[in-house]
């Protein structure tokens, strides 16, 4: 079983940053793909941010491009994802999330491994 725990989300005003961290447990070894996915009020929960472990490559929704980076630290078992720039629009409740198989990588119902989300809210 993968645990998943999500921290560093907060209030911050807008074109402010945060950083948010997914700490992975352990057994997680078997783990290839981890992602980031949101879910504001009202809205369906979508991707974020997504990261292959075999080799680092990243995939990014096209809303958070260039302002968003997703990373990883091996040595503590941890995902990351520094946010930039921040808009109102970047509100919502942050998951992270973990599969060991391929598939289309920002797909929520592909990732059967989620953390109980982090809220981030952007004020104007």
């Known amino acids: 079983q993968v645990q998943l725990v999500e921290s560093g989300g907060g209030s911050v005003q807008a074109g402010g940053s945060l950083r948010l961290s997914c700490a992975a447990s352990?057994?997680?070894?078997?783990?290839?793909?981890m992602a980031w996915f949101r879910q504001a009020p009202g809205k369906e929960r979508e991707g974020v941010a997504a990261?292959?472990?075999?080799?680092?490559?990243?995939v990014y929704a096209d809303s958070v491009k260039g302002r968003f980076t997703i990373s990883q630290d091996n040595a503590k078992n941890t995902l990351n994802l520094r946010m930039n720039s921040l808009t109102p629009e970047d509100t919502a409740m942050y998951y992270c999330a973990a599969r060991s198989h391929v598939g289309p990588w920002l797909d929520d119902k592909t990732y059967p491994y989620w953390g109980q989300g982090t809220r981030v809210t952007v004020s104007s």
């Open positions: 990261l292959y472990g075999g080799t680092g490559g990243t």
């Open positions: 352990r057994s997680s070894y078997n783990i290839n793909y």
